[in-house]
């Protein structure tokens, strides 16, 4: 484009000397005569056509298009068939041509500066036409909306600066879109697109850098963000062809950040009170960078598993390996997952839901209520918990673990196998364990308690003691090897079975807990 006086107008693409009074040429623009065609000492500027004014300013050219029938002003960089690199800011900090006392917008477009009087122009719009497009984008400091979507980014001014119009730059046709922040309460939503897959990727860098990037995976798109203090990301469709989409969330490399999961919203908060959102997305994939993090996940309307495990090590992305995963699943393709978390729990609602927490190698704690159960590792190393399940699991593979069960206030049963024993509740919720060194159940808060303890086919034995009855069933045809130990601690009712055989002893103190025992006792 040529540098034109400041008595040179193109109109729709031919070029005329009108003059339309010292309005142009102070770059003054007044929407209500635009809208209505702008008059000038040689004619009016038709209603609905496109002008492009050209003046020499602070040395530079400013090149001014504006949309006579609307007042908005547009930048008609459009049907190129290059791949273009565009950089704009609403920034009113900024200084250009050496000239401060009056603050300006900008577009850069490969290199080419043009420059807006921020006090003159309400809207700037740029095509990026054909080719893969570049843009970098800044806000202005104060509170900005940021909106993304697709190829479209939208950059707002939310509160306006003394009396000058709220500004808006709308960028079309953008393939690589990265907007910084720069200041202020700012609105940011990137938004994905329907019936096709796109990731959401948020995080929290070692320089305590926020970003979020949305993608498709036909790489048909990128919006990023960068700095923000929080990020949106919206799923719009759950159709068939949005099976793709995963939002997936890291924390930061301190530690003391939450993950919040449940149906149709994640939210990552970091421990300065930074945030990222995921509305919408039915599959989450969450990792903790640095293992003493927590996630909170939360149950959807259906039949959901919620799965801890701390046997196996998870990397996560940046290569690391972090201790543990957790995720809760149905039928209903929902998945969330959450990697190398130090505390992962979840919450039942409605729905038959099930809870299954595994220990590592260490000395561990699991703990059972009527409402909850939770699996704690030696010295804090991982604390995971299920609460509002209907059914519960947990699972030891070593022989140091061991398992409290507390009962209900009504009648609650709790039966005791070989390698197995569970509580079933009076509310109607069942807790399983399994494999653990040593397990004790207690009755002190109310109702009448019944327990019911089986043998192994080795030699086993029960013994009583005044509040309470021990089983320690063994292992080998000796009967040396101690396999698993139960106590029943205050329960009403305790019977001892002993229906597989072996040589199997009870111990039975005349003044303490009484026990009903069959013939297989000697």
């Known amino acids: 484009m040529n540098a034109f006086t400041a008595n040179q107008i193109e109109l729709n693409g031919k070029v005329e000397r009108r003059t339309f009074g010292n309005q142009w040429e102070r770059g003054d623009l007044d929407n209500s005569q635009v809208e209505s065609g702008v008059e ?34 547009t930048i008609p960089f459009e049907a190129s068939e290059a791949d273009n690199r565009f950089g704009d800011s609403l920034n009113r900090d900024h200084v250009y041509g050496g000239n401060a006392s009056r603050s300006e917008h900008w577009v850069e477009i490969n290199s080419l500066r043009y420059n807006f009087p921020a006090d003159t122009f309400s809207e700037i719009v740029v095509e990026g036409g054909e080719g893969f497009d570049t843009l970098n984008a800044w806000g202005t400091g104060g509170d900005d909306s940021v ?22 730059m709308t960028f079309y046709g953008m393939e690589d879109t990265t907007t910084r922040y720069t200041g202020g309460n700012d609105d940011v939503t990137l938004f994905d697109r329907e019936n096709a897959a796109d990731h959401f990727f948020s995080d929290l860098n070692s320089d305590s850098v926020t970003s979020a990037i949305l993608y498709g995976l036909d790489n048909s798109y990128r919006n990023a963000v960068v700095g923000f203090p929080n990020v949106y990301a919206e799923r719009e469709s759950t159709g068939p062809g949005d099976r793709g989409d995963v939002a997936i969330m890291r924390s930061g490399p301190t530690g003391g950040d ?21 509305l919408g997305y039915d599959t989450v994939h969450t990792y903790s960078d640095n293992g003493r993090d927590t996630v909170n996940i939360t149950d959807t309307p259906r039949d959901d598993t919620f799965y801890a495990d701390q046997r196996v090590n998870h990397t996560n992305d940046n290569g690391a390996n972090r201790k543990g995963f957790a995720f809760l699943f149905n039928t209903n393709n929902t998945l969330f997952f959450a990697g190398g978390y130090h505390s992962a729990n979840s919450t039942a609602g409605s729905g038959n839901d099930t809870a299954i927490l595994y220990d590592d190698v260490t000395q561990d704690q699991f703990t059972v209520t009527p409402t909850s159960i939770r699996m704690v590792g030696a010295n804090n190393r991982f604390d995971n ?10 699972y030891s593979e ?22 197995n024993a569970w509580m079933e509740y009076a509310g109607g919720v069942t807790s399983y364990v399994t494999g653990f060194y040593d397990t004790t159940a207690n009755s002190t808060v109310g109702g009448i308690d019944t327990a019911s303890m089986f043998d192994t086919p080795f030699n086993d034995s029960i013994t009583t003691y005044a509040n309470s009855a021990r089983v320690d069933l063994r292992q080998g045809l000796t009967g040396t090897t101690w396999l698993r130990g139960y106590t029943v601690d205050a329960f009403e009712s305790v ?22 025992t069959d013939d297989g006792w000697s």
């Open 258 to 278: 939450t993950m919040e999961i449940k149906t149709d919203e994640a939210i990552m908060t970091y421990n300065d009170g930074r945030s990222s959102t995921a």
């Open 385 to 394: 918990s299920a609460t509002g399940f209907e059914n519960n699991y947990g």
């Open 40 to 73: 000038g000492s040689e004619g009016i500027a038709p209603v609905g056509e496109y002008m492009v004014i050209n003046w020499p300013r602070y040395h530079q050219y400013n090149f001014l298009t504006s949309t006579v029938q609307t007042g908005v002003s």
């Open 147 to 168: 909106k993304a979507e697709r190829n479209t980014l939208e950059l707002k001014e939310l509160v306006p600066n003394g009396n000058e119009p709220n500004y808006t």
């Open 398 to 419: 070593t022989d140091q673990d061991t398992a409290t069960y507390l009962d209900s206030s009504g009648n609650d049963l709790f039966v005791v196998g070989s390698n």
């Open 495 to 516: 019977f001892a079975s002993s229906p597989l055989g072996g040589d199997d002893i009870a111990i039975l103190d005349p003044l303490g807990q009484s026990v009903v």
